[in-house]
């Protein structure tokens, strides 16, 4: 697949196929990440793949938010009030457990720390934070172009601590999100997505 295809396939896709994906896929999408730019040149980012699924409900401390009503809650809470991103929210709510449990390949992404993560001291105490970001994008577009979809999810605290807890990983590591790819079902949720003209975005010499 041409790149630019690729990139406009690309949707986040919370619903899978009961297929996995074959190892030497694996490698080539996770491959892609690691060509991804780096702060450092060192590229210090470790991959754990969780396909065992007594394994995946251990790690997994999360739950579907299945009540309507709730979402409606702490989209309000949030003051979002966007149309699209309002039903973008209910789709994926009830799934944030299901998505990753039911995912045909769950990655585990982990960065190396330089300092604290949420006591920066400067923009640049980011730059492995913001790194690692790239390395996910690059695995995303990839795994498109193989006709592939995940999509990615920000662990809450507790989730962190769970599953420094159960996967035990070095201190000095940290996971910036799941990773949760696979083959869609044919009849996958996948709400509009939003069109920028680009003209709109582009500012020439001032904003
Ligand atoms: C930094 C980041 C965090 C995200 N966190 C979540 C998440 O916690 N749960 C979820 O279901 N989707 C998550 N997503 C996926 C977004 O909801 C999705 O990218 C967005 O709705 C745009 O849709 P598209 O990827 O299909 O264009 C996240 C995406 C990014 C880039």
Redesign the pocket.
């Known amino acids: 697949m041409e790149l630019y295809e690729a990139i406009n396939k690309r ?2 896709i ?1 619903d899978f196929e009961d297929k996995p994906i074959y190892e030497d896929i694996i490698k080539r999408i996770l491959s892609a990440g690691l060509k991804a730019p780096t702060n450092n040149h060192l590229r210090e980012w470790e991959f754990i793949i969780v396909n065992d699924k007594k394994q995946r409900k251990r790690i997994l401390n999360l739950e579907d938010m299945t009540s309507y009503e709730e979402c409606e809650k702490m989209m309000d809470g949030f003051g979002m009030t966007d149309l699209d991103q309002r039903k ?1 929210y209910h789709i ?1 709510m009830p799934k ?1 457990f299901s ?1 990753l449990y039911n995912s045909g390949c769950l990655i585990l992404p982990f960065f190396k720390l330089r300092e604290p993560l949420m006591h920066p001291t400067s923009l640049s105490s980011l730059n492995e934070f913001a790194s690692i970001w790239c390395c996910i994008e690059n695995i995303l577009i990839a795994a498109a172009s193989e006709g592939i979809f995940g ?4 662990p809450m605290k507790e989730e962190l601590e769970h599953i420094k807890n159960t996967i035990n990983h070095p201190d000095n590591y940290t996971m910036p ?1 799941y990773i949760a790819l696979g083959y869609p079902k044919s009849d996958a949720k996948i ?1 509009v ?1 939003k069109v920028i003209k680009v003209e709109d975005r582009i500012h020439i010499n001032h904003w």
Do not use: D, H, S
């Open positions: 949707r986040t919370r973008m994926a944030q998505m999509v990615t999810r920000i999100c709400p997505q």
